[in-house]
């Protein structure tokens, strides 16, 4: 690697250990959930601010300093119904559950019996009867954080279950262009050589960034950067490689809706099977299996994947799928 030092700094789903600009709200978690330490009742937060401003992460970062209380983070993204958020939270509790012949009352019950955690549903407006966690609400002094961009979702709420909550707001705001910038400087310095990006071409990446309140959209591009550098075989990177990249974006073809579903599930699980990927699809979207098949095989076509076969798998033939390098990763 010509420019890079550690790439994985620039993956949006990297924990930082550095957390910018958030001492205020990391304060406000902090003291909301303290009573439960002394066996009291903590305050219910309900988090929400627009994408990429540091919810997910802030909130990970609590969690992980976190000693002597359970704490469970749920994306429900991935688990959406009743039966998976609560079999999830029983999971992540030690109570083993399996997958089928379990009813809901009975998985809260063994829930009840661990006594009092934290209970973190991060993208909460993708979870279907939310309100069936009623039970735990009621009886317990859990604390219950829900994260969410959509600010509306609280008025989806059963008036009981909001009633009894009770969430203190805690909005994230998007960052200042100075804010910004030192998020992603900290970034460039963990993923890329010493001096391998010019101080102009950081100061564009963070004004793209802020532009779009988006810290991903600053990692994205750094990513595009790394990508182009390294084929070039550049050690220092100036602005003018925007007008490089450019192109890159215009062979981004425009893509349906099932298939941006799809790609959005092969960027984060990259190198995966056919047969897994449908696995996690499969929570997201409604395709069968077969048309699964098929839309990956027009995809790769569309070279926006990269299959590799790996000879003989568990079930017969497997393959692996990638993105296409020069599809936005
Ligand atoms: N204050 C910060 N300090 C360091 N890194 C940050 C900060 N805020 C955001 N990031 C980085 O920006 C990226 C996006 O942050 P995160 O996933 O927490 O956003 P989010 O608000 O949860 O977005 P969404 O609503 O789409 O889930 C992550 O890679 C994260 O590490
Ligand atoms: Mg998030």
Known sequence: MIVLRKEEFLDSEFLPSEIFHRENEINQIKSSIKPIFQKRKGDNLFIHGLPG?????????????????????LNCWLYKTPHSFLGEIARQVGIPVPRKGRG????????????????VFDEVDKAERIDDIYPLIEKTKSIFIFITNNREWILRLEPRVSSRLFLT??????????QMEDIIKWRIKMAFKPSALS???????SRRAFLKRDVRNGLFLLKKIARRAENDGLDRVEINIFEKIQGDFKLKPVLTENEEIIVGVI???QGKTTGELYDIYSKKGSLTQRAFRMYI?????????DVEET?????GRSRRIFLNKKYGV
């Not at 707001?169 to 100075?178: G, L, P, T």
């Not at 095989?297 to 994947?305: D, H, I, Q």
């Not at 000879?311 to 079930?315: H, L, T, Y």
């Open 267 to 269: 960027k984060s699980n």
């Open 199 to 205: 101080p102009e071409l950081i100061t564009e990446v």
């Open 104 to 119: 809901t009352d009975e998985i809260i019950n063994n829930i009840l019996k661990k006594g009092n955690m934290i209970i």
């Open 169 to 178: 707001n805690i909005e994230f705001k998007s960052y200042s262009f100075e």
């Open 311 to 315: 000879g003989k798998g568990f079930r």
């Open 297 to 305: 095989k027009k995809l790769s076509e569309k070279s926006v994947l």
């Open 53 to 73: 401003v540091g919810k997910t992460t802030t909130l990970k970062h609590v969690l992980s300093q976190i000693d002597g209380i359970k704490t469970v983070y």
